[in-house]
Nanobody, 127 residues
């Protein structure tokens, strides 16, 4: 079993900052690509940022220069530092990770791929 648990959401005023965390747990062998997505009420979930295992990062245009994605491979955790938050950034933020874990298959432990989502953390931006 692989679990992703996000934390760090909350309410901030416009112009404020928050830092989200997402830890991957389970019988993990390796976590590869990790990403953040968000979903506002009544809208589709959209990609925000992603980071490869070697630290190469990509951002949606709407958050570029304001958000920073980073990761700590030693603890299988991805972060999203969000600065200059605006009301349009308010959403439930989800992390997503792909990788390899040790799974019990046919009575033996074998490496298996995973692609999992966290449960989400709410970010509210309001004065």
């Amino acid at each position: 079993q692989v679990q992703l648990v996000e934390s760090g959401g909350g309410k901030v005023q416009p112009g404020g900052s928050l830092k989200l965390s997402c830890r991957v747990s389970g019988n993990i062998y390796e976590v590869n690509d990790m990403e953040w997505a968000r979903q506002a009420p009544g809208k589709e979930r959209i990609w925000v940022a992603s980071i490869s295992r070697d630290g190469t990062a990509f951002y949606a245009d709407s958050v570029k220069d304001r958000f920073i994605i980073s990761r700590d491979n030693a603890v299988n955790t991805v972060y999203l530092e969000m600065n200059d938050l605006q009301p349009e950034d308010a959403a439930v933020y989800y992390c997503n990770a792909k990788g390899i874990y040790w799974a019990m298959v046919a009575g033996a432990v074998r490496p298996s791929s995973f692609h999992s989502w966290g449960q989400g953390t709410q970010v509210t931006v309001s004065s």
